[in-house]
């Protein structure tokens, strides 16, 4: 057996009860150290910890997929959900066992973000720049999306020097781009443990600086009206 899990954004009080009973009940446990760390107690005294980086993911998971042949019960662990930021990760997992994996979803930054900034997901876009390749088209699309007055989450490319898209690059562009600089923007960080939350203009965000662990939200100009009955007249 194997199964990829959403362990939630980096608390593990946000872990799903089932994500939960899988790790316990694992012979291998995987995944990138951050999110190894993130659900440490959980994982059995017995099991088998492989913990990765970038650099070496590729080698460290056919260590898993060998195991997972060999019959293990083996998890990989994700940090928020598979499908909003992870998913050429859970192709690396695919690739490695030479066929199609079970996942698990998990609970998000950019859910929690809209819990806590009060937007709909319904009238918002989520684009994440979180990912290797060309970010040229999404950086394009985030453009068409403020133009088409919704709302943006947005998760920042982190990790890499030479093509960081943190929120002041993210800011900067779209101003380059033609879009307002009046969008409110508020930039959060480690949502789940209650720090940093920065507002402002898109304008003012070009020049604010914040950690890796950050998530933006660039609001519409044109908020879409309440379309729920009219309150009762009194």
Not at 96 to 103: F, R
Not at 146 to 172: E, T
Not at 178 to 198: F, K
Request: with cysteine.
């Amino acid at each position: 057996m194997i199964i990829c899990i959403g362990a939630g954004p980096g608390d593990v009080g946000y872990l799903t009860q089932r994500g939960a009973q899988l790790i316990r009940e694992a012979d291998v446990v995987a995944g990138f150290d951050a999110v190894l760390n993130v659900v440490q107690s959980l994982i059995p005294a017995e099991a088998q910890v492989i913990g990765m980086a970038y650099r070496d993911q590729v080698a460290q998971l056919d260590e898993v997929a060998r195991l997972h042949h060999a019959g293990k019960r083996c998890v990989v662990v994700f940090m928020g959900d598979i499908h909003f930021s992870g998913f050429q990760y859970l192709e690396r997992v695919e690739r490695a066992c030479g066929h199609p994996v079970e996942s698990l979803p998990g609970i998000s930054s950019a859910q929690i973000l809209a819990s806590r900034a009060r937007v709909c997901f319904d009238e918002t876009t989520f684009i994440t720049f979180h990912r290797r390749g060309d970010l040229d088209p999404f950086k394009r699309h985030l453009v068409h999306v403020l133009q088409d007055q919704r709302n943006a989450i947005v998760i920042p490319c982190p990790w890499d020097a030479a093509r960081s898209f943190m929120p002041w690059h993210i800011a900067a562009y779209l101003l380059e781009n033609g879009i307002s600089p009046d969008h409110p923007t508020e930039v959060w960080e480690n949502l789940t443990r209650g720090e940093a939350e920065w507002h402002g203009s898109l304008l003012e965000c070009a020049s604010h600086t914040c950690s890796d662990m950050s998530i933006m939200l660039i609001r519409t100009l044109a908020p879409m009206a309440s379309q729920i009955e009219a309150a009762p007249a009194p």
